[in-house]
């Protein structure tokens, strides 16, 4: 990267190189705003995500517009950061630079005088990579467009299909009854009994079976126990199949094998286990089983001041409790890196440690039926719902958003109907040209 | 397809099959409402498209959810049809059935008392089709998703690429200067010297090239000389070069050769030449040049007056002259089939000929700037636009549609922000298997 091409920022001001454009890297980026820096914020995705409402897009309820924005029109006003499409493959922490697969398929070498690693995690397999192939999961557009997909497609088959149940196309399985698991299963819960409904004239949507799997013994662990019952009898009540206690024994094309029985699946959806980002390995750092990278309460990497890991990437304890994967905590953390260097560059003195500001818990358990939980605070139902809706609607980064998304949710609340249960099989992108021989042209470009 | 498996409908109906779910396809089925039938409707995608705003999605303005929406959804209320996700791949007709492959990879024969062959048209590249890998049409969803990514990732990578201009990364060339290539041209002049607008740090997306390229002598051939001549200076007034009288000569995946000027580019644009599907294959019939069926004034095929063929895949004169390719002609053909089905059916005289009824013809030229042409009515700019919004708003099919649409054509154009301009790199689907083993699962998965 030449000074030339830094456009609008001064070349002698400390550069700082943000990976990531999540929650964690956005706020970071933000929260030096005013800061004498040049920012290179590098991902691999044009977009910033609100993953927390990813789920609706696998259940056909908002099109993926609707929660991502792209990174450059959050950022575009704020002069001092440039944002570079890109796959970070290592770091050099004594060179103090950063390699950078670029778009064009060449390669770049960004050196940085502070490092914000703000890299996420996808979910893990715990080893058994091999169930991805059948049991997708959900971090990224892409992987809520696939099970989208998958979903539809299930309905479709079984239409044509002779005995669709026997075959497993009218049978879902979600593996892992966290926040993730119980809001898929309450979202697909009224998309086969409403939004399907009379759609099909051979199969009935509303004799589908959704069944939620985890090995513990009850749904939505980070909640109170109240809440997880609450929970459950409401998926319960709306037809989901609840499965506690046993783990899944082996994940294949035909279905799930758990607690002994096999059960025949066409469609099993991930929705378990997160893992963190290779973040670790590029700084050869000490990582928790999940692959996170130790830090200190600063959110640096023990003898690297300039290095900051925060968010899904970073592991830290607060009064002895590891900081759970929320947004909350990487926004927190974002900001709390961005002014923390500001102060550094500026010749300030340091702030106090880093501490996390719980806001709470929650979770939609399908339908208006959500569980709030902050402290003593417990809510569940409608009286959780509205405070949810509330907050995710603030939060979308993007002001166009939050109108679409509300117009989509009262659109879908008041009719039942849900506006994006396409199908779309894509073309073969640049980087999947193999693929144009396997496709027929007319299936590929019509359907 | 047996008849326990019919569901709402009476076994003893006769059955009318429809291939395709456009503007022709579901204007007959819903034409055939009221009529002691049984309708089999088969498409390969499962939805229906509103073609004429497809460019819309390819120069993010809108997400594909809004101009497309499920064929089951738009025919749920009417019991006597069945949709049918599957591929027609021959028509039989002495035993009266279609072979059609199904989205589970089996493959079924369907018979038929009356056929509606509606299956459009695919852009066509003249005999050149090693153009298609360089030079992407629009014709799909898939299509536009396409050559939204291509046109977002020019700009990517010039923001990372020495020399971008050089390159060809900033030169956008159309080939072809009819309807969809002037909408295109029009709207992603725009797109660079709008929405783009200072979201890039090192180079400046106004500077980008848009060339409209066509062979003929002037632009949109199907209007009068005069709102031609406006709609180019308007183009022209936008920025796009327009370049006339030259046939293209060459692609590749360095540029173009046009009038022996060989120009540079990495995002060339196919918006010439239509082809009809395959359908006169399937019925061995005799065609047009362009591969469209001749048919006769009832719209069946010589000889068999029980197959009819409507829209893209017909070929029909009027007053001696072809009937255009544009959805008017499809829809008012779909409804003559499903009116002259009925009254046959029901023992009832055929109607007289098909006759179509020519409401006028709109193209957008960048902006609220719009051509239209209505018998001797001769609109542009605002004049133009303002009914091409309200008849494009109120033809949209389902009524969840209109009012996203409104909201993001009104976003836009308060804001100049355009709400899908997102870069999905999509996973492999079921039958892109092959792409799985090419993508490293890190750019897959986020990007």
């Not at 995500?49 to 517009?65: E, K, M, N």
């Amino acid at each position: 990267m030449t000074q030339a091409r830094q456009g609008l920022m001064y070349a002698k001001d400390p550069h700082v190189v943000i990976v990531g454009g999540g929650f964690g890297g956005v706020a970071a980026a933000k929260a030096l705003r005013d800061a004498p820096v040049r920012i290179t914020l590098i991902d691999r995705t044009n977009h910033h995500l609100f993953q927390p409402l990813l789920y609706q897009v696998a259940t056909s309820v908002l099109p993926p517009g609707d929660i991502a924005s792209p990174i450059r029109g959050i950022l575009r006003k704020q002069a001092n950061v440039s944002v570079t499409l890109g796959e970070v493959t290592s770091v050099d922490k004594a060179e103090r630079n950063v390699t950078v697969d670029l778009s064009d398929g060449t390669r770049e070498v960004v050196t940085y005088d502070y490092l914000i690693l703000a890299t996420g995690a996808r979910h893990s397999y715990f080893g058994k990579d091999e169930y991805e192939k059948h049991a997708p999961g959900l971090k990224s557009v892409a992987d809520a467009l696939a099970i989208r997909n998958r979903i539809l497609r299930a309905f479709e088959q079984a239409e044509t299909t002779e005995d669709p149940v026997k075959k497993g196309l009218l049978t879902f399985v979600l593996v892992g009854a966290g926040p993730t698991g119980v809001e898929m299963a309450g979202a697909m819960a009224t998309l086969v009994r409403r939004t399907l409904k009379s759609s099909f004239r051979r199969i009935n949507p509303q004799s589908a079976r959704i069944i939620l799997v985890d090995q513990a013994n009850r749904i939505l662990g980070p909640f109170s126990e109240a809440l997880s019952k609450k929970a459950q009898k409401h998926l319960e009540g709306l037809g989901v199949e609840v499965r506690l206690g046993h783990g899944i024994e082996s994940i294949d094309g035909d279905g799930v094998v758990v607690g002994g029985e096999r059960i025949i699946s066409k469609t099993v959806i991930w929705t378990a286990g997160v893992a963190a980002s290779p973040a670790g390995k590029w700084l050869n750092a000490e990582t928790d089983r999940a692959g996170r990278v130790h830090i200190q309460q600063d959110l640096t990497m023990a003898g690297y001041p300039e290095v900051f890991v925060i968010g899904d990437t970073a592991s830290l304890n607060q009064d002895g409790k590891p900081l759970p994967g929320v947004a909350q905590v990487a926004m927190q953390q974002g900001r709390y890196a961005g002014k923390l260097i500001h102060r550094r560059v500026i010749g300030r003195k340091d702030m106090a440690p880093f501490r996390y500001f719980d806001k709470g818990n929650m979770a939609v358990a399908g339908g208006n039926f959500a569980v709030l939980q902050c402290r003593k605070v417990q809510l569940s139902g409608l009286l959780g719902w509205l405070p949810w809706a509330a907050i995710h609607i603030a939060y979308l980064a993007h002001s166009s958003l939050r109108l679409a998304v509300l117009v989509q949710w009262l659109w879908t609340y008041l009719t039942g109907q849900r506006g994006s249960v396409l199908v779309v099989n894509h073309h073969a992108s640049p980087h999947q040209e193999c693929s144009r021989q396997v496709v027929h042209p007319l299936i590929a470009s019509g359907s």
